[in-house]
């Protein structure tokens, strides 16, 4: 069996030469291990204690149970589309809870781990994919920005408040999500240049998850995504991003050296879409389920489970309550979803502008008039 | 406190006075610092104001653009300069998808007032990219805001309104006439940034213009004055939201209407301006509102730009035609 802590050679993607995640990683930073034991790194000791092992063992699993509930809203009909992050729950929770209050997140469409780690109502997220909203949930209140869906716009955006951030002498940090998909972006590269060349305090957290949508790694890079930092005159780190533990510490110091004025860091979260791209995605046609089974044996929430076990933080009571917490979820989730409104019509004139202009004050009032004008018409 | 100013000096003092008045209004663009600008917009500004306000950026319009969002979240003012028109679609996406949605999808919670300086239009003898009149696109997306100035008076306020705005403004800076001097009375109380200006009145046709083309209207004004012909002229000034009421209120009274502009004919703003107009003013037309405007073609290379861009002939060849009907 082919695990994540082998330290074979690194082969780095050529064309023809395979996955770049196959078969060993020695850059890795990894604290706990597929199986659950856990394991220190020289260059990232964590301190945690187990309140926060226990806490953070909560954050996946309820997350993961989130993440399923919604899944199956939409297959029964309830949310247009949704975007799954099975597999992906250690990368963000690690992330999310690596954050100080005052930091800011600058999430991609995927990162619902994240908006759990920052208190926005799963329900706020759901609103998007069901389409009553487009925003959802206050970003200014909860530090974690609006979904940014045109594939790494929001890198420009965490570089540019990092810039506010120097501006204000303030002592926070804006941290950057995207995928490796979004690496090929031009936006992403200029924000890396930008984030390098006025020491923004941001951290860019890649979670490559092996595939834009179909499309596998390689034909995004030739070099470990990590490595590109390096280019743009920074540090890159490749974290197991299954790995909770290893995510928190890694991202913890990047943001700690980003607001201490030591600037970027470019941190890669080595980890597996393990559903499909969206609900409306079919991965068979793109993969094998064998590279599935095979990272099933790296799944991040199982190998928390087993060191938690058996380590004795966490007894079976402790397993049995969580569950019981994600049942609760799950039902509030459906429940919520199922009763949520329709947003009114004349919503969408409504914040166009801070300073409504006269021509769409002029639609509004068309718009209503003649929905009005159908009333007792039995529409 | 009234002087002779050039359109260029005038926004130089009017982003001047914007920057003394609010500490949050932070310049970018590429050259602006050191150089003042390729067309010395910002002459002198760096110096006094310093390299956080002031800021030369990497070479990356996209990049401005997108880290002026970031700055928005954080409470300030980006004041962004695109060097020239032809160089704002690397920016287009973070614009179009960005800028223009998000006081929208955050239901004001992320308002984005920052200004998108372009200087726009030909007639400058440009190699190609650098003559572009690209404001059908922006006036076209929801969320965006699109002032054209023509007069040193109305550059000085106008940039000192749009910085002050709380939505997004593309502010189009009439490149060829940045050397064009006018009276600006510093202590006046300025026009409405989102308000458009009858410049001639008249009583036998209404000619319509923003940005460069309101001094060719102005100059077929006079020459048809000479043939006793009376044309009024409007600057359009603000061309989203369109101020249509002067308009409207001139055809009515004249019957008469040509649109002018630089950028091509086809779904540029005189097609939009011609539906209006006949919509609101049908039983006073005595004749279809026509367009005089760029061909729809490449911006052509400079020996023949003479020919492309609208000029004094052929906005009087319109108003014959409107005549004739």
């Not at chain 1, 120097?166 to 002592?171: I, L, M, N, T």
């Not at chain 1, 179909?214 to 920074?234: H, T």
């Not at chain 2, 960005?98 to 200004?115: D, E, N, T």
């Not at chain 2, 805001?145 to 309104?161: M, N």
Request: glycine share 10%; net charge negative; proline share 6%.
């Amino acid at each position: 069996m082919s695990t994540l802590s082998q330290t074979t050679e690194v082969v780095d993607p050529v064309p023809g030469a395979g996955a770049p995640h196959l078969p060993g990683q020695p850059d890795l930073v990894q604290l706990l291990t597929p199986e659950g034991e856990r394991v220190e790194h020289p260059d990232h000791p964590l301190d945690v204690s187990d309140d926060e092992l226990r806490s953070l063992y909560r954050d996946l699993a309820l997350v993961r149970r989130w993440d399923v509930e919604a899944t199956a809203l939409q297959r029964q009909g309830e949310l247009g589309i949704w975007a799954s992050l099975l597999g992906q729950e250690a990368a963000q929770v690690g992330a999310g809870r690596a954050l100080a209050a005052d930091d800011m997140a600058f999430p991609t469409y995927r990162e619902h781990g994240v908006a759990w780690t920052r208190g926005v109502d799963p329900l706020d997220v759901i609103s998007l994919f069901r389409g009553v909203d487009q925003g959802g949930w206050d970003p200014v209140e909860r530090r974690f920005n609006l979904y940014t869906v045109v594939i790494g716009a929001q890198t420009l955006h965490a570089t540019g408040y990092a810039m506010g951030l120097q501006r204000d002498s303030a002592e926070d940090a804006a941290l950057a999500f995207l995928g490796d998909g979004a690496t090929s972006q031009g936006e992403v590269n200029e924000a890396m240049i930008w984030a390098a060349t006025f020491s923004a305090p941001v951290v860019f957290f890649c979670q490559n998850n092996q595939y834009a949508i179909s499309v596998p790694i390689e034909r995004q890079s030739r070099v470990p995504l990590f490595r590109r930092a390096a280019g743009f005159g920074f540090p890159g780190v490749r974290v197991d991003g299954n790995d909770v533990l290893a995510v928190l510490a890694v991202t913890r110091s990047a943001l700690a050296a980003a607001r201490e004025g030591q600037g970027p860091t470019f941190i890669e979260a080595f980890t597996y879409r393990m559903g499909a791209h969206t609900t409306s995605d079919d991965p068979t046609r793109y993969r094998l389920a064998s590279e599935l089974e095979e990272w099933k044996l790296r799944d991040p929430i199982a190998r928390l489970k087993a060191y938690l076990s058996r380590s004795g933080i966490a007894d079976a009571g402790f397993f049995a309550g969580i569950e019981a917490e994600g049942d609760e979820l799950a039902a509030h989730i459906r429940k919520g979803t199922l009763e949520m409104p329709d947003p009114a019509g004349t919503e969408i004139f409504d914040h166009v502008y801070a300073e409504q202009t006269p021509e769409l004050a002029r639609q509004r009032a068309e718009f209503v008039a003649y929905h009005a004008s159908f009333e007792g018409e039995g529409h | 406190m009234s002087e002779t100013l050039t359109i260029g000096k005038a926004l130089n003092l009017g982003l001047r006075r914007a920057m003394e008045d609010d500490a949050k209004v932070v310049l970018m663009g590429e050259d602006i610092g050191r150089l003042g600008g390729v067309f010395r917009i910002t002459d002198g500004l760096q110096k006094d104001f310093g390299e956080a306000r002031v800021v030369d950026t990497p070479l990356a319009e996209a990049g401005i653009l997108g880290t002026a969002v970031g700055l928005a979240m954080r409470g300030y003012r980006p004041v962004c300069e695109i060097q020239f028109d032809g160089f704002v679609f690397p920016a287009y996406n973070q614009i179009v998808t960005q800028v223009a949605k998000i006081h929208a999808r955050s239901k004001g919670r992320l308002p984005m007032p920052i200004v998108i300086r372009i200087p726009f239009g030909g007639g400058i003898g440009a190699v190609e990219h650098h003559s572009e009149s690209p404001e059908a696109y922006f006036a076209h997306t929801a969320g965006l805001k699109v002032v054209a100035v023509s007069s040193p008076a109305d550059a000085y306020w106008g940039i000192q309104q749009a910085v002050a705005h709380p939505d997004p403004v593309v502010f189009l800076e009439p490149k060829r006439r940045y050397w064009e001097k006018g009276q600006v009375d510093t202590g006046a109380t300025p026009g409405a940034l989102f308000s458009s200006r009858v410049v001639r009145g008249g009583d036998d046709v209404t000619v319509l213009a923003y940005g460069p083309m309101v001094k060719t209207a102005l100059q077929a004004a006079e020459a048809a004055a000479e043939e006793g012909r009376s044309l009024e002229v409007i600057d359009l000034h603000t061309l989203s939201p369109l101020d249509l009421e002067p308009v409207y209120e001139s055809v009515r009274r004249t019957g008469r209407c040509v649109v002018v502009h630089e950028a091509p004919t086809t779904l540029g703003l005189g097609a939009e301006i011609a539906a209006r107009v006949t919509e609101t003013c049908f039983h006073s037309l005595e004749a279809p509102v026509l367009r005089v405007g760029g061909y729809d073609t490449p911006y052509p290379p400079s020996k023949l730009e003479e020919e492309y861009l609208p000029d004094l002939d052929r906005v009087l060849d319109a108003v014959d035609r409107s005549l004739g009907f």
